[in-house]
């Protein structure tokens, strides 16, 4: 597989590139690592037993309440279940619609900064009724009925006013106790600190040039895949080694305004993406998150807020000097990163 040499990536000096989406630096420091083609899982997700699995098609009585499935009919088997975490981690008996509780108040003052009451949704989505069935083993039909689950669960969501945000995220590695294909669901009262800042730099972006930041074409040597609705790329300043974003090719600021068509077509790539992630990098834990626009934006907002997918290989861990500072060290150039996964040949 043709890839820069180990002398070419290390001769390159270490840049500080500023992310324009994210308001984040990055230190891409290629003296710290090998060839980019050398990066590899130091251990490949290893699936664990199905036989005590409780999101296994017949284990159905040993989960938390189903909220919906599909297909629909109870009689029928199933493909994909939303459910409610066993263990969440907020609370979605405290509120109602239209007042959050008994008293209808949410927020109050503590002695040492604003507390709120921890109303929300933590759901999980069950990929596949079969546990040692990938996301990436999937049809694109079937991924992008995946998708149109989270969808639909956003979409009922949506309804309950105080909920301000929900993050999605599929993960092994970072937060996932079940290797069973699933994905978590939280809807929260709040908008999280770090989708409150990428509001403001794509803000401060738009303000400055009157375009979104992930409309403007991007550089062919960021580019992976291109299908007709969507591109896959390594962001310029990509935080983590062979992280990838999956974006809209026209303007979208809600990720539940997803169709049908485009849903198989985003299904086709995320697929894609995810068996070239794992031939290239030894079948790695990741996670991938819908980053989208908080459910009540307002319409001035809309113009600079462009939904993605975040796909992030788990490849090293965080130290002192990223927890510290909010800055990031990545061995790889984001240049580099897309080339090798350009040309990953997936076995058909």
Request: hydrophobic share 35%.
């Amino acid at each position: 597989m043709a890839s820069p040499s180990s002398t070419q990536t290390q001769s390159r000096s270490p840049e500080i590139r500023k992310d324009p989406v994210n308001n984040r630096w990055v230190i891409f420091s290629p003296a710290r690592a090998k060839r980019p083609t050398d990066f590899k899982a130091k251990s490949p997700q290893n699936p664990n037993s199905s036989s005590s699995c409780p999101f296994c098609i017949g284990n159905e009585h040993e989960c938390a309440p189903e909220i919906f499935r599909v297909p629909p009919d109870p009689k029928s088997d199933w493909k994909i279940r939303v459910i409610q975490n066993l263990y969440p981690a907020l609370s979605r008996d405290i509120g109602s619609k239209k007042d959050g509780g008994p008293d209808g108040e949410m927020r109050c003052t503590g002695d040492l900064g604003r507390v709120v009451t921890g109303f929300g949704f933590h759901d999980v989505v069950i990929e596949s009724p079969v546990h040692s069935v990938q996301l990436q083993d999937l049809e694109p039909r079937e991924v992008g009925e995946v998708l149109l689950a989270c969808k639909k669960r956003i979409e009922q969501i949506k309804e309950y006013d105080l909920i301000k945000y929900v993050f999605k995220n599929h993960g092994a590695s970072a937060g996932a106790s079940m290797s069973h294909s699933h994905s978590q669901l939280l809807a929260l009262p709040v908008i999280p600190p770090t989708i409150s800042a990428r509001i403001n730099s794509t803000k401060e972006y738009f303000d400055q040039t009157g375009k979104c930041c992930l409309c403007e074409v991007q550089p062919k040597d960021l580019q992976i895949d291109v299908t007709t609705h969507f591109i896959s790329i390594v962001p310029f300043a990509a935080t983590f080694p062979f992280e990838i974003w999956i974006i809209p090719r026209n303007h979208s600021s809600h990720f539940h305004e997803l169709d049908n068509e485009k849903a198989v077509d985003l299904g086709g790539l995320l697929k894609l993406t995810l068996r070239k992630i794992s031939v290239q990098l030894n079948n790695p834990p990741f996670n991938f998150m819908i980053q989208t626009a908080p459910l009540q934006a307002i319409d001035t907002q809309l113009a600079y807020i462009h939904w993605f997918l975040q796909i992030v290989p788990q490849l090293a861990g965080v130290g002192g000097f990223e927890i510290g500072t909010g800055c990031y060290i990545n061995p790889v150039f984001s240049e580099d990163a897309a080339k090798v996964m350009r040309e990953v040949n997936v076995p058909k």
